[in-house]
């Protein structure tokens, strides 16, 4: 079992910067590819970034592109996503998760609580 928890969530003004950060116990964390997913109000979870078991290759959403960077700690079993230039329409709940990788959440075993990031106009 891998427990996941987020942090660093807020309400910030559009352009403003936000880092979360994913802390993992249990099982070795540098076997699980990592990802970051959100999911905007009323609309379904979507994926946002992903990073490889070593942290050298990372893959983003189009609409996040230059804005986000995604990045590992092996040593502390922790990513993180930070989050520039952000959008209202980058609101949502953001999620951790843990697992085979790609864009797709079935291939993600293990996820955290969430945590909510609010971007105001």
Request: glycine share 12%; with cysteine.
């Amino acid at each position: 079992q891998v427990q996941l928890v987020e942090s660093g969530g807020g309400s910030v003004q559009a352009g403003g910067s936000l880092k979360l950060s994913c802390t993992a116990s249990g099982r070795t964390f540098s076997v699980y590819i990592m990802g970051w997913f959100r999911q905007p109000p009323g609309k379904e979870r979507e994926f946002v970034a992903s990073i490889s078991r070593s942290g050298d290759n990372t893959y983003l959403r189009d609409s996040v592109k230059g804005r986000f960077t995604m990045s590992r700690d092996n040593a502390k079993n922790t990513v993180y996503l930070q989050m520039n230039s952000l959008k209202p329409e980058d609101t949502a709940v953001y999620y951790c998760a843990a697992g085979q990788g790609t864009r797709f959440t079935s291939r993600y075993d293990y996820w955290g609580q969430g945590t909510q990031v609010t971007v105001s106009s």
